[in-house]
């Protein structure tokens, strides 16, 4: 079974804005990645925050997480219409030899 | 980083047949990991391959349905066996990165798969 939620399911925006998707989770995490999707192809890896971390920073993209919440969000800042793509969140938990376990995922669409 | 590819990259089954997904990994690794993506839906575990010993199956995977091979640091593979509509989806393997445990995963391409 899925770990968490993500909010929103579906994102719609303009070229140029921000995009804020949130993951929320249920139980201890070692750490917590980010990951997109282009159309039913392969992950690619955005970003990994540990569990003793609060935030980090990979050029557009920044990443928090609030562990007394058991939330994430990732924020997409000046939108591409390449970033037109599904997000997900995954969670390392805590003495689960780090398999992974997907949130349900955000769809973005960016329109030019 | 890891780089990882599978093969096939698609296929297309006749139902009661079975298909052999591979994955390989361009640096040794200690877990690979199997996942499945039905469509429009997010990515579930199906099992943890540690070289060396049984894989390791979630809740709702056997492996009589999923047996997994991982004859060595590199390379794992899974069958999905006596195949209905239903496993049409699509099937990834990951391996964490050179960071070693707790560090960023890494996804192979996928293998995506229809069974009519």
């Known amino acids: 079974s899925q770990q968490g939620e993500e909010d929103p399911q579906a994102l719609s925006i303009q070229e140029g804005e921000n995009a804020t998707m949130n993951c929320s989770y249920k139980?201890?995490?070692?750490?917590l990645q980010w990951y997109r999707q282009n159309s039913g192809r392969g992950l690619v890896h955005l970003i990994l925050?540990?569990?003793?971390?609060r935030e980090k920073h990979s050029g557009r993209l920044r990443v928090t997480l609030d562990t007394s919440k058991k939330s994430s969000s990732l924020l997409i800042t000046a939108s591409r219409a390449a970033d037109t793509a599904s997000y997900f969140c995954?969670?390392?938990?805590?003495?689960?030899?780090?398999?992974?376990?997907f949130g349900a995922g955000t769809r973005l669409a960016v329109h030019p | 980083s890891a780089v990882i590819s599978q093969k096939p990259s698609r296929d297309i089954c006749q139902r009661g047949t079975s298909l052999t997904i591979q994955c390989q990994v361009d640096?040794?690794?200690?877990?690979m990991f199997w996942y499945r993506q039905q469509p429009g839906q997010s990515l579930t575990l199906i099992a943890t391959?540690?070289?060396?010993?049984?894989?390791?199956?979630e809740s709702g995977f056997v492996i009589d349905k999923f047996p997994i091979s991982r004859p060595n640091l590199t390379f794992s593979t899974l069958t999905v066996s006596n195949m209905s509509p239903e496993d049409s989806s699509i099937y990834l393997c990951?391996?964490?990165?050179?960071?070693?445990?707790?560090?960023?995963?890494?996804f192979g391409p996928g293998t995506r798969l229809l069974v009519l």
């Open positions: 995954a969670t390392a938990i805590s003495g689960g030899y780090n398999k992974l376990i």
């Open positions: 391959a540690n070289q060396g010993s049984e894989a390791t199956y």
């Open positions: 139980t201890s995490i070692n750490n």
């Open positions: 640096s040794q690794v200690t877990m």
């Open positions: 990951s391996a964490e990165g050179n960071g070693g445990p707790g560090g960023t995963q890494y």
């Open positions: 925050i540990r569990s003793n971390e």
